[in-house]
């Protein structure tokens, strides 16, 4: 029931996206706390003789705070009661009242984030709306907390994923660490730069205690725009974004000389093979070349030898191996550095 009553009322919130009006916290305060019955509300656009309400220009924003304004505010034994009611009966008359009596906090928490979202206030009071329902559904009135202070946490979290979901086409912050950073660069940056520091990326992940990669990452997502593959790169040319960007898979040339470095690889190792003990051998399929490598310990269980044994026996044959090598395939020096370096790890 207060899940409908909240929608129903926040409704409107979905009208006059085009307005780009920011609201000033005088506003609000002069719209929300008008006391008057539907009989004396005023017209939606307020006439230049209206001394008691704004002159907004968002029609559906001032009926919205007139509409809120007739909600009575509860005290903190009204709120408890309430809370409790709701909590062991269920009671969704309790909720309505909880919900009701807090939409003015929504608005109040809203004001803080219309910095971040021009497009229409009354998204941001919307989504603020939703987790104003979530707080008095989840809210336990025996852990001592206010409930403005429980609720006003639900409603900005609601809001901030809102944000970060809508900012651009393409989302720029999915975790919560993502979320925060992306709240808290742009303050620090100022706030460094107001003490005469330069805001440098490693001095912002110390401050902020996050990766210097992630500061560098969030701004450039937050300075740069998103830009279509479709889009041409001048208004006189054909040639489209997506026609530029780097192709980062192998070329076929790339890949046949890969395939053919495998195959001298195989004939090599086939050869070598000859040459080697049975401990050498196994060790050679079952740790070097296995994709699931036996441990040191299996092997020395197999042949009835300490596992430092097994590790001495390892040792030798790399170095027989990278010597077989040089000797087989001189150009593959740069190869072995690394396959032997990988085997080792």
Same mark, same amino acid.
């Given at each position: 029931?207060?899940?409908?009553?909240?929608?129903?009322?926040?409704?409107?919130?979905?009208?006059?996206?085009?307005?780009?009006?920011?609201v000033?916290k005088?506003?609000?305060?002069?719209?929300?706390?008008?006391?008057k019955?539907?009989?004396?509300?005023?017209?939606?656009?307020?006439?230049?003789?209206?001394?008691?309400?704004?002159?907004?220009?968002?029609?559906?924003?001032?009926?919205?705070?007139?509409?809120?304004?007739h909600? =009575?505010?509860?005290?903190?034994?009204?709120? =408890?009661?309430?809370?409790?009611?709701?909590?062991?009966?269920g009671?969704?008359?309790?909720?309505?009242?909880?919900?009701?009596?807090?939409?003015? $906090?929504?608005?109040?928490?809203a004001?803080?984030?219309?910095?971040?979202?021009?497009?229409?206030?009354?998204?941001?009071?919307?989504?603020?709306?939703?987790?104003?329902?979530?707080a008095?559904?989840?809210?336990?009135?025996? +852990?001592?907390?206010?409930?403005?202070?429980?609720?006003?946490?639900?409603?900005? !979290?609601?809001?901030?994923?809102?944000i970060?979901?809508?900012?651009?086409?393409?989302?720029?912050?999915?975790?919560?660490?993502?979320?925060?950073?992306?709240?808290? $660069?742009?303050? =620090?940056?100022?706030?460094?730069?107001?003490?005469?520091?330069?805001?440098?990326?490693?001095?912002?992940?110390?401050?902020?205690?996050?990766?210097?990669?992630?500061?560098i990452?969030?701004?450039?997502r937050?300075?740069?725009?998103?830009?279509?593959?479709?889009?041409?790169?001048?208004?006189?040319?054909?040639?489209e974004?997506?026609?530029?960007?780097?192709?980062?898979?192998?070329?076929?040339?790339?890949?046949?000389?890969?395939?053919?470095?495998?195959?001298?690889?195989?004939?090599?190792? =086939?050869? $070598?093979?000859?040459?080697?003990?049975?401990?050498?051998?196994?060790?050679? !399929?079952?740790?070097?070349?296995?994709?699931?490598?036996?441990?040191?310990?299996?092997i020395?269980?197999?042949f009835?030898?300490? +596992?430092?044994?097994?590790r001495?026996?390892?040792?030798?044959?790399?170095?027989?191996?990278?010597?077989?090598?040089?000797?087989?395939?001189?150009?593959?020096?740069?190869f072995l550095?690394?396959?032997?370096?990988?085997?080792?790890?």
């Open positions: 029931m207060y899940h409908n009553f909240v929608l129903k009322n926040s409704g409107m919130c979905a009208e006059h996206h085009n307005s780009n009006n920011m000033k005088s506003d609000i305060i002069e719209a929300t706390e008008s006391n019955t539907q009989e004396e509300l005023h017209p939606l656009i307020a006439l230049p003789d209206d001394s008691n309400l704004p002159a907004l220009t968002h029609p559906g924003l001032h009926r919205y705070l007139q509409e809120i304004s909600y =009575e505010l509860l005290s903190r034994e009204e709120t =408890e009661a309430l809370s409790v009611r709701f909590h062991e009966e009671d969704q008359d309790a909720a309505y009242r909880l919900v009701s009596a807090n939409l003015r $906090l929504v608005v109040k928490v004001m803080d984030f219309q910095k971040y979202w021009m497009t229409n206030f009354l998204d941001l009071i919307q989504e603020g709306n939703v987790g104003l329902v979530q008095v559904k989840k809210f336990d009135p025996y +852990r001592g907390v206010k409930f403005s202070y429980y609720a006003a946490y639900w409603i900005r !979290a609601y809001i901030l994923k809102f970060m979901d809508n900012w651009r086409l393409v989302k720029i912050g999915t975790t919560q660490a993502q979320r925060k950073l992306f709240f808290s $660069l742009n303050k =620090e940056k100022k706030l460094l730069e107001s003490q005469g520091f330069k805001a440098e990326p490693k001095l912002l992940a110390e401050r902020l205690n996050v990766k210097e990669s992630e500061i990452e969030m701004s450039q937050m300075d740069g725009g998103d830009v279509s593959l479709e889009r041409p790169l001048r208004d006189d040319s054909d040639d974004q997506k026609d530029f960007l780097t192709d980062k898979t192998a070329t076929v040339e790339e890949r046949v000389a890969d395939m053919e470095v495998k195959e001298r690889i195989a004939v090599v190792i =086939e050869k $070598l093979q000859s040459r080697l003990n049975d401990k050498e051998k196994s060790i050679l !399929a079952e740790r070097l070349l296995s994709d699931d490598p036996l441990t040191l310990q299996n020395a269980d197999q009835g030898i300490s +596992r430092e044994r097994v001495q026996i390892e040792a030798n044959l790399l170095k027989k191996m990278r010597k077989f090598f040089e000797e087989e395939v001189p150009d593959i020096r740069c550095d690394e396959a032997v370096d990988h085997w080792q790890k």
